[in-house]
């Protein structure tokens, strides 16, 4: 084999396996330079091992590495990192959803030059939309837990009162979310904000004081496995978002291991990859929205889709677990 030139660059597929099973191909993009692969990607999360054909190459190559399984690869300004500008808007996020959360969909938008400063003020503008629409997405989503039966099974032991504020705080976050990137769809793709014919409702702020969220590196490896197992099993696992209510609930050990231990089933029925899509789809019902066309390319659409992948699960997931508290 010849040897590779600094500067020599690929594109390629990558086959890769979780638990013995293999999983749909994706793409990266590979430059070798100063010794070492560089490689990245239009979707990143949680990736075992890698087996990698390079194509373009004058030399067929095969390379296998590893990565650790499971590793927070989004990149995010958090809440405790930002200043300026997306400090500000950090601010605005959490007054308008009357949320002490500010979601990792905007964390992750602020690190895309430009992305935040122009989605915020988008939705901000839609607000009495939003508002007007949360209470009939809730309702819908509660009728696909029901018409489902996803909650059978899922149970919790007494959780503290500031761990059900978490879950609170997601479950008002990711409906805002949901119908709020639905709506950044639909404008990117030439469309006016939407107008319905519900009355708006503001839901009352939440005011329980939330711990700090935790790093996925900072867990210990039996809260890393459960979060990973959580992450891998529903049907936004492909999404590259690794969804930070699970790190959250690790402030609670115990709760996570309730959690870890009940939820997957649900995660990877069939039920509940059906009610994800009829999710997904009510929400542009409800907005007045005509079906939404495929993303762009541009890394904010890539973002906002890959979001969209995952808020219908963490939505009714988390819905499911506010009812096992008896909530």
């Known amino acids: ?27 990266l993009d590979v430059r070798f330079g100063n010794g070492v692969f560089c490689c990245s990607s239009r979707r990143s999360g949680c990736i075992r091992s890698l087996g990698v054909f390079l194509l373009g190459a004058s030399d067929a190559m095969s390379l296998a590495c590893s990565i650790p399984d499971g590793l927070d690869m989004l990149p995010e300004i958090t809440e405790a990192e930002a ?20 979601n990792l969909i905007w964390r992750h938008l ?15 503008t839609g607000r009495p939309t939003i508002e007007a629409a949360m209470n009939p997405m809730f309702n ?24 059900i504020d978490v879950l609170l705080a997601y479950d008002r976050g990711n409906c805002w979310n949901l119908l709020a990137t639905t709506i950044l769809v639909a404008v990117r793709a030439g469309s006016p904000l939407p107008s319905i014919g519900y009355e708006a409702a503001p839901l009352p702020p939440i005011r329980g004081a939330v ?8 867990l210990d490896a039996r809260q890393r ?3 990973d197992e959580l992450s891998r099993v529903g049907p936004g696992a492909f999404s590259g978002v690794l ?21 997957p089933p649900t995660l990877a029925s069939t039920q509940f990859r059906a009610a994800c899509d009829e999710v997904m ?34 939505l009714l997931i988390g819905r499911v677990l506010i009812k096992a508290t008896g909530g």
Request: net charge positive; aromatic share 8%; hydrophobic share 45%.
């Open 1 to 27: 084999m010849k040897p590779i030139a600094s500067g020599t660059a690929w594109r390629i597929i990558v086959s890769y396996q979780r638990r013995y099973r293999w999983h749909q191909p994706i793409i």
């Open 83 to 102: 200043t300026g500008e997306v400090a500000a808007i950090y601010r605005r996020i959490r007054e308008t959803q009357g949320s002490p959360v500010v």
């Open 110 to 124: 602020a690190t895309i030059e430009g992305a935040l400063s122009w989605a915020w003020p988008q939705v901000e």
């Open 140 to 163: 819908f989503i509660d009728q696909c837990v029901a018409r489902h039966s996803l909650a059978i099974g899922v149970s919790l032991t007494s959780p503290s009162p500031s761990a």
């Open 211 to 218: 711990p700090a969220l935790r790093r996925y590196l900072e």
């Open 225 to 227: 496995a459960q979060v």
């Open 243 to 263: 969804p930070s209510l699970w790190l959250h609930l690790a402030n609670w050990p115990d709760l996570l291991s309730e959690v870890a231990a009940s939820c």
């Open 281 to 314: 789809e009510r929400a542009a019902v409800i907005l007045g929205l005509a079906p939404l066309r495929k993303a762009g390319p541009a890394p904010i659409d890539l973002s906002i889709g890959a979001f969209r992948q995952r808020l219908p699960e963490m």
